[in-house]
């Protein structure tokens, strides 16, 4: 049974850098970062596969957001910089412990188990 724990939101001015974290335990084929902005559906971040360490990245976010992934700590990170406003929202942990083979890396259904969520507030 995969089990998380996410810290590292907070709030920071616009151009600053945050970074997240989410232990992970238990089998995981792609660990994920999602977020929800106010009054918007989650939206896939970034992703990361295990097997073939590839990275994914919304538009939004890519050249700024960096996925890493520590594997004798089990810790899953997402180094944000150069921080926008519009990036404020509540930021999801996300694993994929299948893997599920035709679904792609931004899409909810992919991922089985979430984070609690971590508060990431940008202000100009």
């Known amino acids: 049974q995969v089990q998380m724990v996410e810290s590292g939101g907070g709030s920071v001015q616009a151009g600053g850098s945050l970074r997240l974290s989410c232990v992970v335990s238990g089998s995981m084929y792609a660990l994920a970062w999602f977020r929800r902005l106010p009054g918007k559906e989650r939206e896939g971040v970034a992703a990361y596969y295990t097997t073939s360490r590839n990275t994914y990245y919304s538009d939004s976010v890519t050249g700024r957001f960096q996925i890493s992934h520590d594997k004798p700590t089990n810790t899953l990170y997402l180094q944000m910089t150069d921080l926008k406003p519009e990036d404020t929202a509540m930021y999801y942990c996300?694993?994929?412990?299948?893997?599920?083979?035709?679904?792609?890396?931004?899409?909810?259904?992919?991922?089985?188990?979430w984070g609690q969520g971590t508060q990431v507030t940008v202000s100009s």
């Open positions: 996300a694993v994929d412990s299948g893997p599920r083979f035709g679904v792609r890396w931004f899409e909810e259904r992919r991922y089985d188990t």
